[in-house]
C-alpha cells in the first residue's frame, strides 16, 4: 500500500467541569463533548479511514463519568476496522491511576505509554511511532533522538506536546529539528487547542488539529479535526470543522439606548449571522443617558430567550451634560465634578474603572435606581 487514509485529533477534554457555566449548561456542554467526540468517529467510519491518531488530553482530569468511558468504549467498538492509537497527554497521563490503564479497551485500540514505541502495521506498509506522558510535567523532549529508521514504511507518529525554540517548558518541549530529524512522513500533535495549519519540516509534515469543541471564550476560533492521506515524504490532508457550538466575543455600541428593546435589537442585528445555539460574550459599550438605568439582569433574562448562552459585560459610561452640571449646586453635580476630574487625573487604568464604575453606581442611586455591587 502507497498510501493511507487517517484522522487526526486532540484534546477534547471530556468531562470538563466548565465552572464558568450555570450546573444545567455545564452539563449539557460535557454532553457537548460526547456528541462531538461521536461525530469524528462517525466521520471517520464514513469516510473509510485506515487509523486513527488521538494525540492526548482526551480527558480534562481523574474525574470521569461512567457514561462517559462506556461511550468512548461503544463507538470505538463501531470502528472496529479502524486501527486506533492514543499518546497521553498532561492532562490524562498514563499511569497506575489513569483510566487508560484501569479501563479494558476494545482490541483496535493502542496507547502509548512512557516508553517510545513503534507499532508495526504490515496490511497498510505503515509503522505508528508514539510514546505518552507519564506525569503532569513532561520537561524534557520525549521526541529526543527518536527517528524513523525503515525508510520503506510510512512511517506517522502521534505525540501530546508543546513546540519550543529553546527546549524550555512543562509540556514535553520539542523543538523544529527534532521535528526534522524524525524521519516520519507525518506528526501528528495535540496540546495547542488552535489548529496549525499543515507544517513540514525538512522531510516530516507535521500539525496541531487543535480541539475539536471549544470549552471558553478564550477558544473562539474554528475547532475540528484533520483527515487525509499520507504517503512517503508526501501529505494530502485537510482541516474539517467540527463542533456542536462556538464561541464569541463581540463588542456592542449602545450608545444612546434608552430602552431594552432598542439594545436587544442592536445586540440582534450584530450577533444574528453568527446563529443563536452558540455562546456568547456580549461586551456592551458607548454612552448611555444618565435616567436610563441598564438593570443587567433584565437584559439577561430577553437575551437568554433568544440564545443558547450570553455572558454579559458592562462597559457603557453614563452621558453627563458638563455645563449643565456646573450650573447646579446639587449633590449630583457635585458628585459626578470630583469623580470626573478623578478620572481625569489618574493614570492608573484599574483604579480609572473603578472610578468610572463608581461614577456609574452614584447616578443611579442619586436618580433613585436599584443599586447591585458587583
Given at each position: 500500500m502507497d498510501k493511507i487514509k487517517i484522522l487526526h485529533f486532540a484534546d477534547i477534554h471530556f468531562d470538563t467541569p466548565f465552572s464558568d457555566l450555570s450546573v444545567s449548561i455545564a452539563e449539557e456542554r460535557k454532553e457537548d463533548l460526547r456528541e462531538t467526540f461521536g461525530k469524528i468517529i462517525d466521520k471517520a467510519i464514513e469516510s473509510k479511514v485506515d487509523i486513527i491518531l488521538a494525540a492526548g488530553d482526551l480527558f480534562d482530569n481523574t474525574t470521569v463519568m461512567k457514561t462517559t468511558l462506556d461511550y468512548m468504549i461503544k463507538k470505538f467498538n463501531e470502528a472496529k476496522d479502524i486501527k486506533i492509537f492514543i499518546s497521553p497527554g498532561n492532562h490524562d497521563p498514563y499511569n497506575n491511576k489513569s483510566f487508560y490503564n484501569l479501563v479494558k479497551w476494545p482490541d483496535n485500540v493502542h496507547i502509548f505509554k512512557e516508553e517510545y514505541e513503534a507499532v508495526e502495521i504490515e496490511e497498510l506498509n505503515t509503522v505508528v511511532h508514539g510514546i505518552g506522558f507519564s506525569k503532569i510535567h513532561e520537561r524534557t523532549s520525549l521526541l529526543k533522538g527518536i527517528k524513523a529508521s525503515d525508510k520503506n514504511h510510512i512511517n506517522i507518529m502521534v505525540m501530546h506536546g508543546d513546540i519550543s525554540s529553546n527546549g524550555n517548558n512543562d509540556y514535553n518541549p520539542f523543538t523544529l529539528q527534532e521535528i526534522g530529524e524524525s524521519?516520519?512522513?507525518?506528526?501528528?500533535?495535540?496540546?495547542?487547542?488552535?489548529?496549525?495549519?499543515?507544517?513540514?519540516?525538512?522531510?516530516?509534515?507535521?500539525?496541531?488539529?487543535?480541539?475539536?469543541?471549544?470549552?471558553?471564550?478564550?477558544?473562539?476560533?474554528?475547532?475540528?479535526?484533520?483527515?487525509?492521506?499520507?504517503?512517503?515524504?508526501?501529505?494530502?490532508?485537510?482541516?474539517?470543522p467540527i463542533q456542536k457550538r462556538k464561541y464569541y466575543v463581540s463588542e456592542i455600541d449602545i450608545t444612546g439606548a434608552d430602552n431594552y428593546e432598542y439594545i436587544v435589537d442592536t445586540i440582534l442585528n450584530t450577533l444574528r449571522e453568527y446563529g443563536e445555539n452558540n455562546l456568547f460574550k456580549i461586551i456592551l459599550k458607548g454612552e448611555i443617558d444618565e435616567y436610563f438605568l441598564l438593570n443587567k439582569g433584565i437584559l439577561h433574562n430577553k437575551l437568554d430567550k433568544i440564545f443558547y448562552y450570553v455572558k454579559l459585560i458592562d462597559n457603557t459610561t453614563i452621558k453627563i451634560d458638563l455645563e449643565s452640571i456646573s450650573d447646579k449646586f446639587t449633590l449630583k453635580g457635585i458628585y459626578a465634578k470630583k469623580l470626573l476630574q478623578n478620572i481625569k487625573e489618574e493614570t492608573d487604568e484599574d483604579y480609572k474603572i473603578l472610578y468610572e464604575e463608581a461614577l456609574k453606581l452614584g447616578f443611579q442611586a442619586l436618580s433613585g435606581g436599584e443599586i447591585k455591587i458587583k
Open positions: 524521519n516520519m512522513d507525518y506528526l501528528a500533535l495535540g496540546h495547542r487547542h488552535s489548529f496549525s495549519g499543515i507544517l513540514r519540516e525538512r522531510d516530516t509534515h507535521y500539525a496541531y488539529s487543535g480541539n475539536p469543541e471549544g470549552r471558553g471564550f478564550d477558544e473562539t476560533s474554528e475547532k475540528g479535526i484533520i483527515m487525509g492521506e499520507v504517503s512517503k515524504g508526501r501529505v494530502n490532508l485537510a482541516f474539517y
